[in-house]
T-cell receptor, first 117, second 106 residues
Framework: GAVVSQHPSRVICKSGTSVKIECRSLDFQATTMFWYRQFPKQSLMLMATSNEGSKATYEQGVEKDKFLINHASLTLSTLTVTSAHPEDSSFYIC?????????????FGNGTRLTVT | SQQGEEDPQALSIQEGENATMNCSYK?????LQWYRQNSGRGLVHLILIRSNEREKHSGRLRVTLDTSKKSSSLLITASRAADTASYFCALDKLIFGTGTRLQVFP
């Protein structure tokens, strides 16, 4: 089945630094990837839709300059949390659909737990 | 909010028992999906039910959909300890429900 790989799985960084999270589709080309944020015991909140070769589409309330998304190739999207603060600590998850299928479920990465100290 | 609302929020049962969780929503949908999330991991797709379907089965999973009531249910029969996870419904526009945390005790 289609696999989405997310890296790193855990990262701890100091306040004010930037952190980059990678999301790769391993056996299909993903023109679109999705980034979510999840707080403990809560649901996933869609942050943005990453589009290969064009600007990402951000959901209302998500700061574009804070959460930089780059989708430079058909298999890689990155989310950079800039000038991280403790309130950015969360679980970030990416997903993608396989465009080669008539209908594809969302394939998720295993998530990145970010802790900002 | 277009988010699906799930109940119960948490459910604890013994192995072998059935687990039922419900999802209610407010918008019109083309399909509704159920996903499972193990603690600290990504989500895994379980089953999709289209708006013109009323019931669907996949192994020990049974999903129903009532579009008139805007609700869906997921039934896990003969639960196992390995079924312990959070379960989310998802509407066709990438909107996830609030989730049900299922704990199955051996």
């Amino acid at each position: 089945g289609a696999v989405v790989s997310q890296h790193p799985s855990r990262v701890i960084c100091k306040s004010g630094t930037s952190v980059k999270i990678e999301c790769r589709s391993l056996d299909f080309q993903a023109t679109t990837m999705f980034w979510y944020r999840q707080f403990p015991k809560q649901s996933l909140m869609l942050m943005a839709t990453s589009n290969e070769g064009s600007k990402a589409t951000y959901e209302q309330g998500v700061e574009k300059d804070k959460f930089l998304i780059n989708h430079a190739s058909l298999t890689l999207s990155t989310l950079t949390v800039t000038s991280a603060h403790p309130e950015d600590s969360s679980f970030y998850i990416c997903s993608a659909r396989d465009p080669g299928m008539v209908w594809s479920p969302l394939h998720f990465g295993n998530g990145t737990r970010l802790t900002v100290t | 909010s277009q988010q699906g609302e799930e109940d119960p929020q948490a459910l604890s049962i013994q192995e072998g028992e059935n687990a039922t969780m419900n999802c209610s929503y407010k918008t019109s949908i083309n399909n509704l999906q159920w996903y499972r999330q193990n603690s600290g991991r990504g989500l895994v797709h379980l089953i999709l039910i289209r708006s013109n379907e009323r019931e669907k089965h996949s192994g020990r999973l049974r999903v129903t959909l009532d579009t008139s009531k805007k609700s869906s249910s997921l039934l896990i029969t003969a639960s196992r300890a390995a079924d312990t996870a959070s379960y989310f419904c998802a509407l066709d526009k990438l909107i996830f429900g609030t989730g049900t945390r299922l704990q199955v005790f051996p």
